[in-house]
């Protein structure tokens, strides 16, 4: 049906009791372009005309088996009680005896049939037009209020996906966030209309694709009536999700694209069209703020969370630094007794004794360093100082060789990119990493150092040993401060679980990451992965941190 100044056509259902008549009529209406179902009179009236779904009644009230009265009633009940109506009346015939919203007299004219026709199907349309208008508000202000109740983000993405697919008649639905860290977007759970595992699995990239291709983050709104033949999607998209029809419109906070809301699936013969696209972006509209506001109490959740935990850490901290402080204090205090209180002790034990005296010093000089350095790096007051690093021969030279008996092996390529890192610090890492190796590989055996060129930006660099191994459940939180594990044969050993925490430090401060593989009894791989350009990366986070913190959060 056609809105608009020219004469509408439609789908019309004809009674008529009399057959050549209404045989008549039908032309008539067939001839202006209507469609017409030709109802025979019997039992199965009101089901048929309720299936044929017309968008106007034409009755004659020569129709009787069953009276017209009925059938327009059973049929306004079933379609709607607006199904306009036009009942044709006989010149003897008084024209009360139904609800019509016409009656055209017989013999009919097909100047004025059309007239009336044309009017009633326009109205129709119009109603039909402003009814659509009305459930989308409705729909619209369904949506807000759903984001104003949502609990959490699950919540508010359920809702999003099913009132977003709902409002457009669509079957599925799904809210897709970027990713910042790995730059991709990812769909959220629950999606409507999809299965949780297919949602799960769901994530595109937004960088590397060919420029022919619609980019999830560079590109605005889209329809796609034909996604799976379509070439500017994803070749996997449509049939990962068995989309055969879609509408994407971005979630948005000022320029930039924070997520997607996507809906997909109408009925084959009702495409999504530039309107329902506007309708999308509207909710759209009203869902970047939500999810922005719920981005942002998550992480103030988050952040609050954090604090406490820092709190906690901050007294453990105290706790364990007077207590590890008091031990080789206790030490040295001990022994330099013994030497002043018992002149007669032998000239080699007393030698011992200052030995352990040094020693004891000498660790306790080297917890004060690191508890020093660990707070201005926690405080962002450690400065780093960049210079270019040969990394073979600079291994070679920063490894203790010859200190143990533990054989130490190199496996470095013979070219290898120089890259820009702190010296000091590097070498610091290093030290501790091989140092641990070695230390704790208590039966001996071979340490590798290796390091490899990953893609053209990064290197990594690994220590291999085959010592005691690490439980897998203490792997998780052996990068924290004051973390060591808890096993009979790693107490035997002394440590303070500083070590790995200076390490994370320092590497995360040259832009990298740090990770352990191991396995209990047979050995531990340590790895980590620098940028080339350490300086760059560093300055490169530095702007996005000084960024967020003037701007709110961003998930971009
Ligand atoms: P620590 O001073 O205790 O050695 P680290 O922070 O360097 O402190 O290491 C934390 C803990 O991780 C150690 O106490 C030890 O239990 C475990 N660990 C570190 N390196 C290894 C390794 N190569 N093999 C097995 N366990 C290790």
């Not at 329902?276 to 509209?285: E, S």
């Not at 080297?366 to 660990?374: G, K, P, S, V, Y």
């Not at 040969?390 to 092996?409: A, K, N, Q």
């Not at 039966?443 to 290197?459: A, N």
Request: with cysteine.
């Amino acid at each position: 049906m056609i809105l608009g100044r020219s004469a509408p056509t439609g789908h019309v259902a004809l009674l008529h009791g009399d057959t050549d008549r209404g045989e008549g009529l039908a032309r008539m209406l067939r001839s202006a372009g209507h469609r017409v179902t030709l109802v025979p009179e019997g039992r199965r009236v009101p089901q048929t005309v309720v299936e044929a779904s017309p968008d106007l009644l034409v009755a004659s009230l020569t129709f009787t088996e069953p009276p017209v009265a009925g059938v327009i009633r059973a049929a306004r009940q079933a379609l709607g009680a607006e199904l306009p109506v036009l009942v044709v009346v006989g010149r003897e015939d008084s024209d009360s005896l139904v609800e019509a919203d016409e009656i055209i007299r017989e013999p009919v004219d097909p100047g004025e049939l059309d007239l009336r026709v044309g009017g009633l199907l326009r109205h129709q349309a119009e109603r039909r037009f402003l009814q659509r208008k009305v459930d989308e508000l409705l729909g619209l202000y369904k949506i807000s209020w759903a984001f104003s109740l949502a609990a959490g983000p699950e919540g508010l993405f359920g809702h999003l996906a099913a009132q977003s697919a709902q409002l457009l008649r669509a079957q599925k639905g799904l809210v897709l966030l970027f990713e910042r860290e790995r730059r991709q977007m990812v769909a959220q759970t629950p999606g409507f209309g999809i299965a949780p595992e297919v949602v799960g699995r769901v994530r595109y990239p937004v960088d590397g694709e060919a420029r022919s291709r619609w980019n999830f983050r560079k590109n605005g709104p889209l329809i796609a009536n034909k996604p799976q033949s379509d070439s500017r999607l994803l070749p996997d998209m449509a049939t990962e999700l068995d989309l055969h029809s879609l509408l994407i419109a971005p979630l948005v906070r000022g320029p930039q694209v924070t997520g997607l809301i996507l809906v997909a699936d109408r009925h084959a013969d009702s495409p999504f069209t530039d309107e329902d696209l506007n309708l999308l972006l509207a909710v759209a509209g009203e869902a970047s703020v939500a999810v922005e506001n719920m981005r942002l109490h998550e992480e103030l959740k988050r952040a609050n969370a954090l604090l406490q935990e820092y709190d906690r850490l901050k007294s453990e901290f105290v706790a364990i630094v007077a207590h590890d402080f008091r031990k080789p204090l206790m030490a040295i205090r001990g022994f330099a007794e013994l030497v002043l209180e018992e002149p007669d002790i032998p000239a080699d034990a007393r030698q011992e004794f200052m030995r352990t005296v040094i020693n004891e010093t000498e660790n306790l000089a080297r917890l004060a360093d690191d508890t020093l350095l660990i707070t201005r790096m926690e405080t962002g007051e450690a400065e780093y100082h960049w210079s270019e690093i040969d990394l073979g021969p600079f291994i070679l030279d920063s490894v203790p060789l010859g200190l143990s008996e533990h054989s130490i092996l190199m496996d470095i390529p013979a070219t290898f990119p120089k890259i820009l890192a702190d010296p000091d610090r590097l070498r610091q890492v290093l030290t501790n990493l091989v140092t641990n190796a070695i230390k704790y590989s208590p039966g001996g055996g071979s340490i590798t150092i290796r390091c490899r060129e990953r893609g053209s930006q990064h290197v990594v660099l690994e220590v291999v040993d085959h010592g005691l191994g690490i439980p897998a459940d203490q792997i998780p939180r052996l990068f924290q401060k004051f973390q060591r594990v808890r096993s009979e044969e790693h107490d035997r050993i002394s440590g303070t679980g500083l070590g790995l925490y200076i390490c994370r430090l320092i590497v995360e401060g040259h832009g990298g990451q740090i990770w352990v593989e191991s396995e209990l009894a047979k050995g531990s791989t340590f790895g980590l992965v620098l940028p080339l350009d350490a300086r760059a990366a560093q300055a490169h986070r530095r702007t996005v941190a000084a960024a967020r913190a003037k701007t709110p959060p961003a998930s971009s």
